[in-house]
């Protein structure tokens, strides 16, 4: 059990608490003890800003059987104690009515909290899309990483990295929506390459207001970016056969006529623009059926 914790924080943040495993208990060389959870208080700074009220009441039931599993992450401030890294099990705790928590205590100063704070929380993907993006451009900005040293960091990859980053550039009613859950990373992801604000905007509240799925939302955009071209566009070069015939049909009926042609097959429109002119066009083919002994069906 102790070596799945281990893996769960990833190299990053282990190196960074300078420990190997944060389920060790005190009696094996590691300063995990019994904090009254009064004396704990949450970090300002913490990344991650929403928790899903369903999932704390979940985690706070299981709390209630066996209390917290894994030691928050402290450090000392006067006589108490802030959260570095564990808010989560630390809110959980205050639902299931603990008046105590187990805790390791570090003695960090601000730059080092708040880099453990973002990489603990990116690590364990706790954040939404948008939160995870802000913290991963505070962890490069903060630190002057690069994107291939920030994914190092924390385990992922650069491609990751980049495009989780991107979701910044979206219009702010897209970002808002990612927040608020009602957009995924997927749909998120879909939109960003959408320079148009106005466009991405409409296509985000269309897929909402639809509940499209990120395959949908992909194939929009995809339209988006490149539309099929118009009827006119996409006609080929007419021969030179149906051209004469085009120009030959336009004397005989006096009217406009057009062709569309793929080489292979296509139409012919024949245009009137009043009863008089389809009366004239019908008695010029019932004379040309005539002429030819064409019966009337």
């Given at each position: 059990?102790?070596?799945?914790?281990?893996?769960?924080?990833?190299?990053?943040?282990?190196?960074?608490?300078?420990?190997?495993?944060?389920?060790?208990?005190?009696?094996?060389?590691?300063?995990?003890?019994?904090?009254?959870?009064?004396?704990?208080?949450?970090?300002?700074?913490?990344?991650?800003?929403?928790?899903?009220?369903?999932?704390?009441?979940?985690?706070?039931?299981?709390?209630?059987?066996?209390?917290?599993?894994?030691?928050?992450?402290?450090?000392?401030?006067?006589?108490?104690?802030?959260?570095?890294?564990?808010?989560?099990?630390?809110?959980?705790?205050?639902?299931?009515?603990?008046?105590?928590?187990?805790?390791?205590?570090?003695?960090?100063?601000?730059?080092?909290?708040?880099?453990?704070?973002?990489?603990?929380?990116?690590?364990?993907?706790?954040?939404?899309?948008?939160?995870?993006?802000?913290?991963?451009?505070?962890?490069?900005?903060?630190?002057?990483?690069?994107?291939?040293?920030?994914?190092?960091?924390?385990?992922?990859?650069?491609?990751?990295?980049?495009?989780?980053?991107?979701?910044?550039?979206?219009?702010?009613?897209?970002?808002?929506?990612?927040?608020?859950?009602?957009?995924?990373?997927?749909?998120?992801?879909?939109?960003?390459?959408?320079?148009?604000?106005?466009?991405?905007?409409?296509?985000?509240?269309?897929?909402?207001?639809?509940?499209?799925?990120?395959?949908?939302?992909?194939?929009?955009?995809?339209?988006?970016?490149?539309p099929p071209e118009p009827v006119e566009k996409r006609k080929t070069?007419?021969?030179?056969?149906?051209?004469?015939?085009?120009?030959?049909?336009?004397?005989?009926?006096?009217?406009?006529?057009?062709?569309?042609?793929?080489?292979?097959?296509?139409?012919?429109?024949?245009?009137?623009?009043?009863?008089?002119?389809?009366?004239?066009?019908?008695?010029?083919?019932?004379?040309?059926?005539?002429?030819?002994?064409i019966p009337t069906v």
């Amino acid at each position: 059990m102790a070596n799945n914790s281990n893996k769960g924080l990833g190299r990053g943040l282990s190196a960074l608490l300078d420990i190997n495993d944060i389920d060790m208990k005190a009696d094996e060389g590691y300063d995990s003890l019994e904090v009254d959870i009064n004396r704990v208080f949450p970090n300002k700074e913490q990344p991650r800003k929403t928790f899903d009220e369903s999932a704390l009441r979940e985690l706070a039931e299981s709390v209630k059987q066996h209390g917290v599993i894994q030691p928050l992450i402290l450090t000392k401030r006067g006589d108490d104690f802030l959260i570095i890294a564990g808010e989560r099990r630390y809110r959980a705790a205050l639902l299931a009515g603990l008046r105590s928590v187990p805790a390791i205590v570090r003695d960090y100063d601000d730059r080092k909290i708040r880099e453990i704070a973002l990489i603990e929380n990116l690590q364990r993907e706790d954040l939404n899309p948008i939160e995870a993006a802000v913290a991963l451009k505070s962890l490069i900005t903060d630190y002057g990483l690069t994107q291939e040293e920030a994914a190092d960091r924390i385990g992922k990859s650069r491609s990751g990295i980049t495009n989780t980053l991107r979701l910044l550039t979206l219009q702010s009613d897209v970002i808002e929506m990612v927040k608020n859950n009602q957009l995924s990373a997927g749909h998120a992801r879909a939109l960003v390459v959408v320079s148009d604000p106005d466009a991405q905007l409409k296509m985000a509240k269309k897929a909402v207001a639809e509940g499209l799925s990120v395959r949908a939302v992909e194939n929009m955009v995809k339209l988006f970016l490149n539309p099929p071209e118009p009827v006119e566009k996409r006609k080929t070069e007419n021969s030179i056969e149906l051209k004469t015939l085009v120009d030959d049909m336009q004397r005989v009926f006096a009217t406009k006529v057009s062709a569309v042609s793929n080489g292979e097959k296509g139409r012919i429109y024949i245009d009137f623009f009043s009863k008089d002119d389809l009366d004239r066009i019908v008695e010029i083919i019932d004379d040309w059926k005539e002429d030819n002994f064409i019966p009337t069906v």
